[in-house]
């Protein structure tokens, strides 16, 4: 069984007898995205670290794009349990980029493809080789903005 998921499990036991209500909720709902992603398809598989990474990603996503949408629909105590969810989950994510390090990246991946001036129609082609080295580390949307930029 995987490290990180032998951490959440035992994070959710500490969680739940210290009655740390939002904590082991958002654990539980963690492991059940863990538990859904590894039963999805046509055959069960255990998960490795890297793949519980990328679902540790999915749900943050989906508590800031909630978070959002609740303080702009007025709603500020959803946006705050929202909030207060990704918080949860942020600590077992990897350290997040900077925006000088995805830059640096992004210049790299472009120097190694030889995409310089190509234009936007090299933008596969770099995202294919810069979206492993910074995959649960920055936001896929931060990244494509930065590749279109230095791209033209």
């Known amino acids: 069984m995987s490290a990180l998921k032998d951490r959440l499990r035992a994070d959710l036991t500490t969680a739940i007898k210290a009655r740390d209500e939002v904590r082991s909720s958002t654990l539980r709902m963690v492991l059940t995205a863990i538990t859904n992603a590894e039963v999805a398809g046509k055959e069960q598989r255990e998960l490795s670290d890297d793949d519980i990474i ?12 909630a ?3 609740f303080a702009d629909g007025g709603r500020a105590a959803m946006a ?36 310089a001036g190509e234009g936007m129609r090299a933008m596969g082609k770099v995202m294919g080789v810069v979206q492993p080295q910074v995959k649960g580390r920055a936001d896929g949307g931060a990244v494509a903005a930065e590749v279109r930029r230095q791209l033209g």
């Open 54 to 65: 990328g679902v540790l990603s999915t749900e943050a996503k989906k508590r800031r794009e």
């Open 67 to 69: 978070a959002t949408a």
């Open 80 to 115: 705050e349990k929202e909030q207060a969810e990704a918080a949860v989950i942020a600590d077992y994510l990897p350290a997040q980029l900077s925006a000088e390090d995805v830059a640096g990246i992004v210049s790299a991946a472009i120097e190694q493809t030889g995409a």
